[in-house]
T-cell receptor, first 113, second 112 residues
């Protein structure tokens, strides 16, 4: 089955800096990679995802890159703001398709004003 | 739309007690999920239901049972709670054919 590793577990940056969170996966057949953001006291919410047929996807200040050869993908947040402070989870399919996901262990991002 | 709702928000149980966590969604989604979230372990799938009347085990199903009562509701039952089941439980739903899972606000469970 799929195994997802996520680093770092905590990340502190100053407002305006960039933040990068990295995940590796084990199943070369995996083809869908979402990122979820969890604010304090709430459930996770999808912020961006990427399919294996593209190498990069952007949405305003966030982007995800995928390296299929190395089996890793990363979340990039530019011009960080205090409201970006949250826990971020990467995920990959548990089996073929995207019906079931395996989540990384999470990264707590703290953006200081 | 309320989205995904969960009850209760918080519960304290004694070892050996039973309880049912309730989840409902009003988005007409086919698939529903139960996860548990523990510090340093991320979200782990307990059970999954692709549609009404079907359920499938996830990564950590032991000690739990589920019921997909109808298309809207998916409940998680602990028959004999153990301290190891202390966790935050999240329900999620997904529309058929699309990837995004929508999560509820969670139920915090403490088993003494």
């Amino acid at each position: 089955g799929e195994n997802v590793e996520q680093h770092p577990s905590t990340l502190s940056v100053q407002e305006g800096d960039s933040a990068v969170i990295k995940c590796t996966y084990s199943d070369s057949a995996s083809n869908y990679f979402p990122w979820y953001k969890q604010e304090l006291g709430k459930g996770p919410q999808l912020i961006i995802d990427i399919r294996s047929n593209v190498g990069e996807k952007k949405d305003q200040r966030i982007a995800v890159t995928l390296n299929k050869t190395a089996k890793h993908f990363s979340l990039h947040i530019t011009e960080t703001q205090p409201e970006d402070s949250a826990v971020y989870f990467c995920a990959a399919p548990l089996a073929t398709g995207f019906q079931k996901l395996v989540f990384g262990t999470g990264t707590r991002l703290l953006v200081s004003p | 739309n309320a989205g995904v709702t969960q009850t209760p928000k918080f519960q304290v149980l004694k070892t050996g007690q039973s309880m049912t966590l309730q989840c409902a969604q009003d988005m007409n989604h086919n698939s529903m999920y139960w996860y548990r979230q523990d510090p340093g372990m991320g979200l782990r799938l307990i059970y999954y239901s692709a549609s009404e009347g079907t359920t499938d085990k996830g990564e950590v199903p032991n000690g739990y049972n589920v019921s997909r009562l109808n298309k809207r509701e998916f409940s998680l039952r602990l028959e004999s709670a153990a301290p190891s089941q202390t966790s935050v439980y999240f329900c999620a739903s997904r529309k058929q054919g699309l990837e995004t899972q929508y999560f509820g606000p969670g139920t915090r469970l403490l088993v003494l």
